[in-house]
Each structure stands twice: as structure tokens, then as C-alpha cells.
């Protein structure tokens, strides 16, 4: 299957320092991505909805200046957490979805990120 | 998208087959149903896929109602190394959004 590679894996990083996690898919070309975040023994609650070329469309409650998502191009979103707070810590999975659109989708390993 | 039920946990032994049942009772014509299982700190993985046919690959089986209001993941010889967090989800091909519900948690004892 297609391959989603997140980068890095694991970040540790001060209180109000601004983190950026990449998601590339490797193999094919994504014209949507999506961006989850997970918090122990808990499913994955999605943040927001990223198409190449426009601007990302954030789910209810996701603050869009505090998760900043670019996705510039067909294998590559980003989503910088600002200004990170020890709550921001998580597990941060992307997913993205063939240009073909036959609806599989495909997620990346997730980047821990741990604020202290 | 339509909502799942899936129950919170689940066991099974080494070796037998793990039936995984879910509910979507107000799934729509053109909604998909998918499962994809998480284990421990990855990213989802996905399993399979289906609109109304049984559907069959290396993996698993996925057997959906005639009425399409439920369907069932099957995992023909558990092995250990099955035990993970499995999620249904249903949803229309090209939506703009997928949700993932609570899933289950389905422990493989040796």
C-alpha cells in the first residue's frame, strides 16, 4: 500500500516554543490530508481538513492560529503547534488521501510530542 | 457520515477466529464501510473495505448485512500479534472528513 511518513516521531520541546511536524506521502499524490490528535487510551479526534493549494479547514473547537497547517504541495502538509503548552502534548497522526480518490486512506507512524 | 457501534472490548484465543461486529444502522446507499485497527503508539493501519458485497483479502473478511445496518470483521486465526484497537467507520468516498468512533479493543491470550 501507499506510504504516509511523519517527521519526527518524537519531539520534546519547552513551554512556548513552536513545534512542526511534516507528513510526506512518499509513493503517491495527496490532494487532501488529514490531521488527528489522540490522547491516551482515547480515539482519534480529527483537528482539520487540509487540501493542497487552499487554506485548511479546521474542525470546531481546533484553534487555526495555534495549529497552523500548510499543505503546499501533493506530498507534503505541515502543522506547527504554536506557542506549546504542556496540554498540547499528544500524539499527532496525519492521513492523506490518493488523488485517484477511491477513498482508502493511508496515515503516517504519529509524532509524540511532549511539552514540558 | 453515519455513526457506528462498536462494543469497548473484546477477547479471543490464539489461533480461533475473532469476529468484530458493528452497528451502522443509519448508514446511508453510498457510505463505505471501513475498519482500520490501531496498535499500541502507530498510526492506524487499514484492514479492509466494503459497500454491500463480502468482501475478502490476506488479512480479513468483512461480511456486511443484506440491510447494510451492521457488519462483521473477521480475523480468521487471531495470532498475538492482532491484538489492537479496531475501528469501523463508514463514510462516503471522497468525503471531507473522516471520523473515528471508540473502536474496540480486541486482546489475542495465548
Known amino acids: 500500500g501507499a506510504v504516509v511518513s511523519q517527521h519526527p516521531s518524537w519531539v520534546i520541546c519547552k513551554s512556548g516554543t513552536s513545534v512542526k511536524i511534516e507528513c510526506r506521502s512518499l509513493d503517491f499524490q495527496a490532494t487532501t490530508m488529514f490531521w488527528y490528535r489522540q490522547f491516551p487510551k482515547q480515539s482519534l479526534m480529527l483537528m482539520a481538513t487540509?487540501?493542497?493549494?487552499?487554506?485548511?479547514?479546521?474542525e470546531q473547537g481546533v484553534e487555526k492560529d495555534k495549529f497552523l497547517i500548510n499543505h503546499a504541495s501533493l506530498t507534503l502538509s505541515t502543522l506547527t503547534v504554536t506557542s506549546a503548552h504542556p496540554e498540547d502534548s499528544s500524539f499527532y497522526i496525519c492521513s492523506a488521501r490518493t488523488s485517484t480518490d477511491t477513498g482508502e486512506l493511508f496515515f503516517g507512524e504519529g509524532s509524540r510530542l511532549t511539552v514540558l | 457520515d453515519a455513526k457506528t457501534t462498536q462494543p469497548t472490548s473484546m477477547d479471543c484465543a490464539e489461533g480461533r477466529a475473532a469476529n468484530l461486529p458493528c452497528n451502522h444502522s443509519?448508514?446511508?446507499?453510498?457510505?463505505?464501510v471501513y475498519w482500520y485497527r490501531q496498535i499500541h503508539s502507530q498510526g492506524p493501519q487499514y484492514i479492509i473495505h466494503?459497500?454491500?458485497n463480502n468482501e475478502t483479502n490476506e488479512m480479513a473478511s468483512l461480511i456486511i448485512t443484506e440491510d447494510r445496518k451492521s457488519s462483521t470483521l473477521i480475523l480468521p486465526h487471531a495470532t498475538l500479534r492482532d491484538t489492537a484497537v479496531y475501528y469501523c467507520?463508514?463514510?462516503?468516498?471522497?468525503?471531507?472528513?473522516?471520523?473515528f468512533g471508540q473502536g474496540t479493543r480486541l486482546t489475542i491470550n495465548p
Open positions: 443509519t448508514i446511508s446507499g453510498n457510505e463505505y
Open positions: 466494503g459497500l454491500k
Open positions: 467507520i463508514v463514510f462516503i468516498q471522497g468525503a471531507q472528513k473522516l471520523v
Open positions: 487540509s487540501n493542497e493549494g487552499s487554506k485548511a479547514t479546521y
